[in-house]
Every structure is written in C-alpha cells, then in structure tokens.
C-alpha cells in the first residue's frame, strides 16, 4: 500500500479531506490534473461566502436565524421530490443536507475559526430566492463574507497541505491525472491514471494535456473530490434538465477548464451510483469576461452595498442595507404588485 487514503482533487474538498486525515494520524496522496499553480482550485476564485446559521454576525446585525428556518429553507430550496421506494435517489441529499444545516447551526464557526478562516462582520444575503421561509432561497442573510473572500478560505487549507507535506504525511502530485479507479473485492483499492506534461499555464487558464508517463497507486480508501462540471458544456447539455426544455445552444463558462466532470463517470465505471444528474447548480455568471482566463469565461457583477435602491421599475427598494446577489430575475421583493417583505432583519449603516 503506498499511503492511507488517496484524494483525486486538490480543490478545497480534498485538502479540507487531507487536512481532516492528517489530524486522524493517517498519511494521505492528493493527486490533481493541474499544476501547483492551481493547488486550492475553484475555491480561489470564488467569493468565499460561508453559511452559518445563527451567528453572532448575523445577530450584531439583527438578523433573528435558527436550525429551524435554516432547515425549512434549506428543504424548500432542495424541494427534494424522490424520497420514495427502496433507495431513492434523494435519500442521501436529504440526510446529508440536515447533517450540514445542524454543522452550520453548531461546531461550523468553531471548526472554520480554528482551522485559519477569519470572518469579517458582513453577513451577504446570496440565494434570497422568493423571500418567504416556506419558499425558496434563504429567508434571511446567511452569506458571511470571510477575510480574503476565496483566498481567505482556501489559503489555510493549501498551506495545511503543504506544511503536511514537508512533514512528509501527505503528498501532493501535481500534474496527476486519473483515468481509473483500482477495485478488487468491490472495494477501492487505489487509482491509475497519466502524468501529464509540466505546464506554466497561469492559474485558472487551459492547460496541456501532453501524456508524459502513467502511474499506479494503492491505498486503503479513494476520496474522489474532482468537483463539477460546469466546464464541459457537453456535459451540462447531456444532463440537462428535461423541464427546462433544450439547453442552450451559446452558453458562457463560471469555472476553469479543468472542472471537466469526467471523474465522475470514472467514479461510476468503479461502481458508483450516481443520483440526481439532472440537478445541477451553476452560477448565472451572465457577462463575458473581457479579458477571459478560461474558454468562454463569465463573470458576475455583485451589487455593491446599499441602503436603498430602486426597483426595476423604477419604485423604491424597501430592502434593508444588505449585500445580495441576485439570480437571472429580480428579487422576489422587486417583483411587480409585491410589497416589501416583512423580515426579521434590521439594516446595517
Ligand atoms: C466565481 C466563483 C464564485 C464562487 N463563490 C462561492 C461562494 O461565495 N460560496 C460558496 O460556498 N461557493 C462558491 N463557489 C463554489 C465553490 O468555490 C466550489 O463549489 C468549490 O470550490 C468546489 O471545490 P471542489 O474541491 O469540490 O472542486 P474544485 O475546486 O473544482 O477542485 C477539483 C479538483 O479536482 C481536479 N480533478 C478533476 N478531475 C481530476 C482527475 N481525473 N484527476 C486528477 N485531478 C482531477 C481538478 O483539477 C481540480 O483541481 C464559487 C465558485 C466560483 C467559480
């Protein structure tokens, strides 16, 4: 056996999964496609916004949350429809989906403190959806901007793994791509896969997928923590969900390249199940990026923060000083013929 457990993935799932199994005592091999330069992966550069529920942020600016409503909010959201029969295919979201609502109502705040995240005081207002607790969308503000945004999150995780890895517990292999996943006795018993040719490629931009030589590698469990698919279009068509009709022919990209979703099939081929295919959570990253780091690159504008505003139609915005980002339609409260919500939120100058 060459290590404990192998990570395919060096975004933020697999070096929180590294760092969770260097505490445990255990070694651990990460491989990722990509070169150091993208160690940390999408997290870099995302925005970073953490939930929580109840916190003392949220509390300072008035904001009354509970497990409760965070978990009737979550349920909406989900609006988990496939919860009959023997295994169903919701059966997991559902367990896991409360497990994370009492994490983030519980050790969460702790658990992100004490491994290096720190908060700032802003609590954003992200998927408000339509503004009710039995709808969708968070009810009230749970979107806690941490210091550094994206980078303040992954920045404690990146440098765990690389202290790990001068320690010489966990091993970090760049440029590692899996094509297959080793099973014996329906178990996983390790990982096959190409070493790619050294890139210099900047972070997030394409880079070369020259083989350059093949490697084997046995341990005791694989994590697969290779993200998404939102880089393959392909993909995205393939599974795109029947009730919203054909998938656009043009679609922009919110992630890098190598979110490539390709693991996943791997992953099944091992024996995985895969549930919920046609659920799929993109960003509606709406406006190219003029100067693009990655094929078809869009971006998203964040309204900046405000303590009022107007409607689309030119009425007054009620909303309390919040920071919120809005989806492809305007906010539940803008909507003609709606008056502005009763919230249990006060702003904040
Ligand atoms: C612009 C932007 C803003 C965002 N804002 C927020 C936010 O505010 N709050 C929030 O909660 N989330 C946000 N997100 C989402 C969040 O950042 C991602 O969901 C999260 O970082 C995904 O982490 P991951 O480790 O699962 O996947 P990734 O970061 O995609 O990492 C997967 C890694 O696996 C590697 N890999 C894939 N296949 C293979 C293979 N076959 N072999 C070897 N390696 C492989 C990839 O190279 C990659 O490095 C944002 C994302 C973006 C892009």
Known sequence: MDTDVIIVGAGLSGL?????????????????????????????????????VDSPEQRRLGVRDSFDLAWQDWRGSAAW??????????????????????????????????????????????????????????????FHVPWGTGTGVIGPFTSAAQAAEAE??????????????????????????????????????????????????????VIVASGGIGG?????????????????????????????????????????????RDRMWHYTEGVRNWNPVWPGHAIRILPGRRRSGSTHWGGACRLP???????SRPCACCAPGRTSPSTTIRGSS
């Open 232 to 276: 393959d279009h392909e993909l995205v068509r393939k599974f795109w969900p029947e009730r919203l009709g054909t998938p656009p022919r043009a679609m922009v990209t919110g992630v890098p390249a190598y979110v490539d979703g390709r693991m996943i099939g791997i992953a099944q081929q091992a024996g995985a199940r895969l549930v919920n």
């Open 321 to 327: 000083a919040f920071r919120a980002t809005t989806r």
């Open 81 to 142: 429809d496939r919860l009959d029969g023997d295994h169903p295919e919701d059966e997991w979201a559902e367990r896991w989906g409360r497990a994370y609502v009492e994490f983030a109502a519980g050790e969460k705040r702790e658990w992100i403190r004490e491994a290096g995240i720190e908060l700032t005081p802003v609590v954003g207002w992200a998927e408000r959806g339509d503004l009710t607790a039995s709808g969708h969308g968070n009810s009230v503000p749970r």
């Open 16 to 52: 929180v999964a590294a760092r969770e199994i260097h505490r445990a005592g255990l070694r651990a091999v990460v491989i990722d496609q990509e070169g150091p330069q993208d160690l940390g992966g999408q997290a870099w550069w995302s925005f970073g916004g953490l939930f929580l």
């Open 168 to 221: 010489g517990r966990t091993r970090l292999l760049h440029r590692h791509r899996c094509d297959g996943i080793l099973v014996e006795d329906g178990k996983a018993v390790g990982v096959r896969g190409s070493v790619l040719a050294p890139d210099s490629n900047a972070r997030g931009a394409v880079s070369s997928r020259e083989v350059v030589g093949d490697f084997e590698l046995r341990a005791g469990a």
